[in-house]
């Protein structure tokens, strides 16, 4: 067998904000899961990758992201993009040609 290493390079990935800074007072460490206090919070809540978060230190709150894109993520979309420009103009041209 042989000891070859994977290389494992996800593109988009998850995260916990809860051990990164808060957006209002820069510290590290201070952001806990916030419970949802509307519909339309909830809504928010369980359709996207956003969720509630409260800091302990200075009361902000808000919502933030549980995945982060990487530059490649970036990369795929705008050639996924391009890709399907380019196929909408070709059918374009051949339904003007047969129409």
């Known amino acids: 067998m042989s000891s ?3 290389i494992q390079s996800a593109s988009v990935f998850r ?3 809860s051990f990164g800074r808060c957006p209002a007072c820069n510290e590290y460490n201070t952001l806990r899961r ?3 206090r509307s519909i339309i919070e909830t809504t928010i809540k369980a359709t996207s990758f956003y969720k509630i978060y409260r800091c302990n230190k200075c009361g902000w ?3 933030r992201s549980t995945i982060k894109f990487t530059v490649r993520t970036a ?3 705008a050639s996924y993009l391009l890709l399907v420009i380019v196929v909408i103009l ?3 041209q051949v339904l003007a040609r047969l129409g």
């Open 75 to 77: 990369k795929y979309l």
């Open 4 to 6: 070859k290493k994977k």
């Open 15 to 17: 995260y916990d904000p």
């Open 61 to 63: 709150r808000g919502y």
């Open 34 to 36: 916030s419970r949802s």
């Open 90 to 92: 070709i059918l374009r």
